[in-house]
């Protein structure tokens, strides 16, 4: 069964660094999101995107995020300046389609922790 | 504004009993809702959706959930746990044209011999 899969599973960064989570998503999907989960919180939404675009964005999602779909396979999210509470599970996911009855698979998530 | 809420964090059962994990929804339109799966090291697998029709919806590994607008509920059920279901699981939903999900906190489910 295909899958989305993330890389690195575990990053660890300094406060003020750049880092870049890297996503594959479904190969046919169209529609590619992000989430985070900040430890003891709920799982929040970032961002999605599609045709290049980026279609919503949370206000979680500042100046600091951005996400790139550099090839015809990868999906990634860059902090240009890591702060602290930055430090989070993120997941990627994919769908087909981005309408509400389309069904969002999702990867197993890198953790970011920033020191 | 839309929300999600789990209101049980911890849930602990032993195997071979029923199980019912409770959510709650606060939408003003028609919502959509799910229940995602999470077991450690993995990512969220979805367990079943609702979308609109009946309002008992199966899903996989035996899980079913029940939608009741009367109580803004939608709570999901499985009839024999087995100690493979130990993980966390999740309801979400959105409403309307929007494509983000929006994530209750999670139950994390503990399953004894």
């Known amino acids: 069964e295909p899958e989305v899969t993330q890389t690195p599973s575990h990053q660890v960064t300094q406060m003020g660094q750049e880092v870049i989570l890297r996503c594959v998503p479904i190969?046919?999907?169209?529609?590619f999101y992000w989430y985070r989960q900040i430890l003891g919180q709920k799982v929040e939404f970032l961002v999605s995107?599609?045709?290049?675009?980026?279609?919503?964005k949370s206000e979680i999602f500042d100046d600091q995020f951005s996400v790139e779909r550099p090839d015809g396979s990868n999906f990634t999210l860059k902090i240009r300046s890591t702060k602290l509470e930055d430090s989070a599970m993120y997941f990627c996911?994919?769908?087909?389609?981005?309408?509400?009855?389309?069904?969002?698979?999702f990867g197993p998530g890198t953790r970011l922790t920033v020191l | 504004a839309q929300s999600v809420t789990q209101p049980d964090i911890h849930i602990t059962v032993s195997e071979g009993a029923s199980l019912e994990l409770r959510c709650n929804y606060s939408?003003?339109?028609?919502?959509?809702l799910f229940w995602y799966v999470q077991s450690p090291g993995q990512g969220l697998q979805l367990l079943l959706k609702?979308?609109?029709?009946?309002?008992l919806v199966q899903g996989i590994k035996g899980f079913e959930a029940e939608f009741k607008r009367s109580q803004s509920s939608f709570n999901l059920r499985k009839p024999s746990v087995h100690w493979s279901d130990a993980a966390e699981y999740f309801c979400?939903?959105?409403?309307?044209?929007?494509?983000?999900?929006?994530f209750g906190a999670g139950t994390r489910l503990a399953v004894h011999p």
């Open positions: 609702y979308f609109s029709g009946d309002t």
């Open positions: 979400a939903g959105f409403s309307g044209g929007y494509n983000k999900l929006i």
């Open positions: 190969s046919n999907h169209l529609y």
């Open positions: 996911a994919s769908s087909q389609e981005g309408i509400v009855t389309d069904t969002q698979y």
């Open positions: 995107f599609y045709n290049n675009e980026i279609s919503e």
């Open positions: 939408y003003g339109a028609t919502p959509y």
